[in-house]
């Protein structure tokens, strides 16, 4: 997690999805430093615009180009709370249903390699796609535990997101 502490200057155009209220800044200057496309959840990005107007010194945690929390000039911190692991394999569950399936009732001897097929067919792409978002969650949890460790505030965002 990277921090980055300055006088923020400016919060440059913001394109707002419609789909899950994240903002993607063009720019902000912040002390001597310019970021570009940094993604905000819409929960956080109401206390990026307060630290802009009380003016003073402001701390960006940033994973990537992703804001995960902002310290305001008062001293309060905000961060996104990490999202629900559990949700995340009930969103997965019936996947792994459907590819497991495959290989209890399609095993009948005569479709045995067309069942292992199928199955791993299934199974492999989404095997892949639950370790690339349990590394996801990791990151933020990871850095959620460390902005609540030095007295955050978690703020609740949506499940759909993703970040590198």
Request: charged content about 20%.
């Amino acid at each position: 997690m990277k921090e980055v502490v300055g006088s923020l200057n400016l919060l440059g155009n913001a394109t707002i999805n419609s789909k899950n209220g994240r903002h993607t800044y063009t720019t902000i200057e912040i002390g001597e430093n310019l970021l570009q496309n940094i993604i905000v959840e819409r929960s956080l990005d109401n206390f990026l615009e307060r630290a802009l107007n009380l003016g003073g010194k402001v701390k960006l945690y940033l994973l990537d180009k992703y804001l995960v929390g902002v310290e305001l000039p008062d001293g309060k911190l905000y961060y996104q709370q990490s999202r629900n692991l559990k949700m995340f394999f009930i969103l997965l569950f019936p996947f792994l249903v459907t590819s497991c399936s495959g290989l209890i009732f399609l095993t009948d001897g005569q479709h045995d390699n067309q069942a292992r097929n199928w199955s791993l067919a299934i199974l492999i792409p989404f095997g892949l796609i639950l370790l690339w978002g349990l590394k996801s969650w990791r990151r933020l949890f990871k850095a959620a535990q460390t902005l609540k460790a030095k007295g955050g505030i978690g703020i609740s965002v949506g499940l759909t997101q993703t970040f590198k």
